[in-house]
């Protein structure tokens, strides 16, 4: 009976990680449909589907077929891990669970809270700022809110009127009453987050993002090629975002045929790779390096590899994701990302070792480079963007580097002390 609760082993850990069902089903390649049904425990699961799962959860298989003291004690560490200011004794986890269970189990119940609502929150924080959909249906419900409130006032305050204007006051505050009623439900539909609800992109870079994500960032048809019309964009809906992720995989052509695959994987045969020896080894900038090995298949290289790019403004063109990286999509992100402060010195390649604050303090290892594109006259300003490329830093490796300290954005950066700060936190104090 070990393994028969593995779904909802896996729907918990969904729910930690801020995935809808869509959204993980899409990345393992799966229908949602199977997904649910394995999650409410009426499929078996195990083999490759289990170890995809697993992946792209960022848990350890095991977590998710062993039993609830194990999957217990695992959650102590997490919240242990994410503790401010406290610490804990970790190496008394196991005689903690098993000697209190009852308060083991609240405590990281509270923790699964905490995670949930800081997502939620930050979630939500950037949809009220920049979804044009909620913006609109929020402006609907504030005006005919101060339609009914002006109507009202004038019928209140008027001592005399006449009734037929009086008649056609109460057939206006009937009218804006059922409109508000009307913006309200929608507005509440659109902030549904169920499982039932569709997978909602409709922006054409978001759309193009999970084109790529689904294909794993890897096109082995483009390989060698700057022909970039044999994909199939027919599973894209929208032509605006068919025609930025064309432009997208034309970037992935260029930088595949400039850096072929086969001479890539011989040059990083054992070795970790360096961008700067890469670029002068196939005569390339170093853009191109930063996006080529974010771009390469599974297995060639050690660590999970995720990338970021941005125009001048701090816009996000593009984002491939890596487990526990957390960056802003519209704007307000923290300013000290490696991303932003290449913009600051174009050409010049930066390096870093960052730890990203929050709910939980992951480590990356940051390349960034901004350049410019291409100048259509003479005395025009130069545009820039900047690449970086994020890769997870293994647990005790690599040690005695400078970190610096970043946030995702500073509404939810516990960091108090940060002289780059726009506002305070709205996380309390400690947590």
């Given at each position: 009976?070990?393994?028969?609760?593995?779904?909802?082993?896996?729907?918990?850990?969904?729910?930690?990680?801020?995935?809808?069902?869509?959204?993980?089903?899409r990345?393992?390649?799966?229908?949602?449909?199977?997904?649910?049904?394995?999650?409410h425990?009426?499929?078996?699961?195990?083999?490759?589907?289990?170890?995809?799962?697993?992946?792209?959860?960022?848990?350890?298989?095991?977590?998710?077929?062993?039993?609830?003291?194990?999957?217990?004690?695992s959650?102590?560490?997490?919240?242990?891990?994410?503790?401010?200011?406290?610490?804990?004794?970790?190496?008394s986890?196991?005689e903690?669970?098993?000697r209190?269970?009852?308060?083991?189990?609240?405590?990281?119940?509270?923790?699964?809270?905490v995670?949930?609502?800081?997502?939620?929150?930050?979630?939500?924080?950037?949809?009220?700022?920049?979804?044009?959909?909620?913006?609109?249906?929020?402006h609907?419900?504030?005006?005919?809110?101060?339609?009914?409130?002006?109507?009202?006032?004038?019928?209140?305050?008027t001592?005399?009127?006449?009734?037929?204007?009086?008649?056609r006051?109460?057939?206006?505050l009937?009218?804006?009453?059922?409109?508000?009623?009307?913006?309200?439900k929608?507005?509440?539909?659109?902030?549904?987050d169920?499982?039932?609800a569709?997978?909602?992109?409709?922006?054409?870079?978001?759309?193009?993002?999970?084109f790529?994500?689904?294909?794993?960032h890897?096109?082995?048809?483009?390989?060698?090629?700057?022909?970039?019309?044999?994909?199939?964009?027919?599973e894209?809906?929208?032509?605006?975002?068919?025609?930025?992720?064309?432009?997208?995989?034309?970037?992935y052509?260029s930088?595949?045929?400039?850096?072929p695959?086969?001479?890539?994987?011989?040059?990083?045969?054992?070795?970790?790779?360096?961008?700067?020896?890469?670029?002068a080894?196939?005569s390339?900038d170093?853009?191109?390096?930063?996006?080529?090995l974010?771009?390469?298949?599974?297995?060639?290289?050690?660590?999970?590899?995720?990338l970021?790019?941005?125009?001048?403004s701090?816009?996000?063109?593009?984002?491939?994701?890596?487990?526990?990286?957390a960056m802003?999509?519209?704007?307000?992100?923290?300013?000290?990302?490696?991303?932003?402060?290449?913009?600051n010195?174009?050409?010049v390649?930066?390096?870093?070792?960052?730890?990203?604050?929050?709910?939980?303090?992951?480590?990356?290892?940051?390349?960034?480079?901004?350049?410019?594109q291409?100048?259509?006259g003479?005395?025009?300003?130069p545009?820039?963007?900047?690449?970086?490329l994020?890769?997870?830093?293994?647990?005790?490796?690599?040690?005695?580097?400078?970190?610096?300290?970043?946030?995702?954005?500073?509404?939810?950066c516990?960091?108090?002390?940060c002289?780059?700060?726009?506002?305070?936190?709205?996380?309390?104090?400690?947590?």
């Open positions: 009976m070990r393994d028969t609760l593995t779904g909802s082993r896996i729907r918990e850990r969904r729910q930690i990680a801020g995935l809808r069902q869509a959204e993980l089903a990345r393992v390649g799966i229908s949602a449909s199977y997904l649910n049904l394995i999650e425990n009426r499929r078996r699961i195990g083999g490759k589907l289990l170890v995809d799962i697993a992946s792209a959860l960022a848990v350890e298989p095991s977590l998710l077929t062993q039993g609830l003291e194990a999957t217990l004690i959650a102590l560490r997490e919240a242990a891990a994410d503790a401010v200011g406290q610490q804990a004794e970790v190496d986890l196991e903690f669970a098993g209190f269970p009852g308060w083991a189990a609240v405590l990281a119940q509270m923790h699964r809270r995670v949930s609502l800081e997502r939620t929150v930050e979630t939500l924080s950037d949809r009220l700022t920049h979804d044009p959909h909620l913006a609109a249906s929020m609907e419900v504030l005006s005919t809110a101060a339609a009914i409130r002006s109507t009202a006032a004038i019928l209140a305050e001592q005399e009127i006449e009734p037929e204007w009086q008649d006051f109460h057939r206006n009937h009218q804006d009453a059922e409109r508000l009623a009307d913006s309200s929608s507005l509440v539909a659109y902030l549904d169920s499982d039932a569709d997978d909602r992109r409709g922006v054409p870079l978001e759309d193009a993002e999970a790529f994500e689904q294909r794993g890897h096109f082995p048809e483009m390989e060698g090629s700057e022909d970039s019309s044999a994909i199939d964009l027919s894209i809906d929208s032509a605006a975002a068919k025609t930025v992720t064309r432009g997208l995989l034309d970037v052509a930088d595949a045929k400039a850096m695959l086969k001479a890539v994987k011989t040059a990083l045969a054992g070795t970790e790779p360096d961008p700067i020896k890469l670029a080894q196939f390339v170093i853009a191109t390096v930063l996006r080529r974010a771009a390469l298949p599974d297995g060639v290289l050690s660590r999970p590899t995720g970021v790019v941005c125009d001048a701090g816009s996000i063109l593009f984002a491939k994701s890596v487990p526990g990286f802003p999509r519209f704007g307000e992100a923290c300013p000290l990302w490696p991303l932003f402060q290449a913009l010195r174009p050409l390649p930066i390096r870093k070792r960052i730890v990203q604050l929050g709910r939980s303090a992951a480590e990356f290892d940051c390349y960034a480079y901004a350049w410019p291409a100048m259509s003479y005395d025009d300003a545009v820039y963007r900047s690449v970086m994020v890769r997870a830093v293994e647990e005790g490796g690599q040690g005695g580097q400078p970190v610096a300290r970043v946030g995702p954005s500073c509404r939810v516990p960091n108090a002390d002289e780059s700060r726009r506002e305070p936190s709205i996380l309390s104090e400690g947590f």
